[in-house]
């Protein structure tokens, strides 16, 4: 039974800092890539950033410079800091594979920017 598990956000003033995690179960997680996504409310969601199983990440040019991905194969689990927060960066945030192959979302975490 494949599970993402998302944890870390909360209510932050800009320019501030958290860090997310996503604890995956019930998939093969060393062979995927993986990516954390983001869904504002009204909008569409969209990939932030990805990691391939060797490590090499990606990043949407809206978050470079201030977020980073990192896993870690032996936990199954992938990470997102996320430093100098902007109040667009207010949304749910979602771990899942890249590109999305499981059929299934996990229930995210909300991460909320104050200005």
Do not use: H
Not at 80 to 98: F, G, V, W
Not at 99 to 115: D, R
């Amino acid at each position: 039974q494949v599970q993402l598990v998302e944890s870390g956000g909360g209510l932050v003033q800009g320019g501030g800092s958290l860090r997310l995690s996503c604890a995956a179960s019930g998939i093969f997680f060393n062979i995927y890539t993986m990516g954390w996504y983001r869904q504002a409310p009204g909008k569409q969601r969209e990939l932030a950033a990805s990691i391939t199983r060797g490590g090499i990440t990606n990043y949407a040019d809206s978050v470079k410079g201030r977020f980073t991905i990192s896993r870690d194969n032996a936990k199954n689990t992938v990470y997102l800091q996320m430093n100098s927060l902007k109040p667009e960066d207010t949304a749910a945030y979602y771990c899942n594979t890249y590109p999305t192959s499981l059929g299934y979302w996990g229930q995210g975490t909300q991460v909320t920017v104050s200005s």
